[in-house]
Nanobody, 127 residues
């Protein structure tokens, strides 16, 4: 698995961005793909994830109703559509990948679960 994140940028509050996480290695089938973010001076936090095979999705409370995670099987790429962005969404966003075992739902938010990480992409939201 080799992950490449893209799509970050600068946007005004209320705007939208779409992040992508492309996998140039083996297919995502059997894996879960997650998005984490890390703001300056803060710990890395879980944002959202999707189980590739089932399409089950998971969200942090802070982004529910504003962010949507999806998958494109043909392109082996995950996306994070971010709408109604707020200044507090400013962070470096990382995509990560882990095997989606049966207990995945109870562990999805833990960064230590994920074996593969892409480089970060910076999202800046101005007020």
């Amino acid at each position: 698995v080799q992950l490449q994140a893209s799509g970050g940028g600068w946007v005004q509050a209320g705007g939208s961005l779409r992040l992508s996480c492309a996998n140039s290695g083996r297919a995502f089938d059997g894996y879960a793909v997650a998005w984490f973010r890390q703001a300056p001076g803060k710990e890395r936090e879980f944002v959202s994830s999707i189980k590739w095979r089932t399409g089950d999705t998971y969200y942090a409370d802070s982004v529910k109703g504003r962010f949507t995670v999806s998958r494109d099987n043909d392109k082996n790429t995950a996306h994070l559509q971010m709408n109604n962005l707020k200044p507090e969404d400013t962070a470096v966003y990382y995509c990560a990948c882990a095997r989606a075992y049966t207990d995945y739902a109870t562990r999805a938010t833990r960064a230590t679960l994920y074996n593969y990480w892409g480089q970060g992409t910076l999202v800046t939201v101005s007020s």
